[in-house]
């Protein structure tokens, strides 16, 4: 299995954030330090996994607002990662829905590193 390092700690990133583990400021501090792609794939990850999840979206899209809007480079990144040709792949060929959180790493991971 390549990258395992690297997808433990993108996984363990999207994690965080969905469970609220690491403050906003922490996380974002971390994600400035991602690949701008990998940064755009979390979010948007989280995003269309929570957008439609009365029972745990509000927590999980509000620490996403918490950290673009305390971390401008975190909103800069995702700009920056949602131009990327990968992202483009993922999104004509795929759905964010029909992956759970460690497929998707594993798939988006392989991809980035490749």
């Known amino acids: 299995m390549a990258f395992v390092s690297e997808k433990r700690e993108a996984l363990m990133l999207l994690e965080d954030i969905e469970n609220g583990i690491t403050r906003g400021s922490d996380t974002g501090y971390r994600l400035d330090n991602c690949d ?3 940064v755009y794939f979390i979010l948007t990850w989280l995003r269309h996994r929570y957008a439609k999840d ?3 979206g509000a927590g999980v899209l509000g620490r ?3 950290i673009t809007g305390g971390h401008n480079s975190v909103t800069a990144n995702m700009n920056l990662g ?3 040709p990968i992202v483009e792949w993922f999104e004509e060929a795929h759905d964010y829905t029909e992956f759970s959180s460690q497929a998707f790493i594993d798939l988006v991971v392989e ?3 490749s």
């Open 36 to 38: 701008p792609a990998l």
């Open 64 to 66: 996403i607002v918490e």
């Open 111 to 113: 991809k980035l590193e």
């Open 82 to 84: 949602k131009k990327d």
């Open 54 to 56: 009365p029972a745990n």
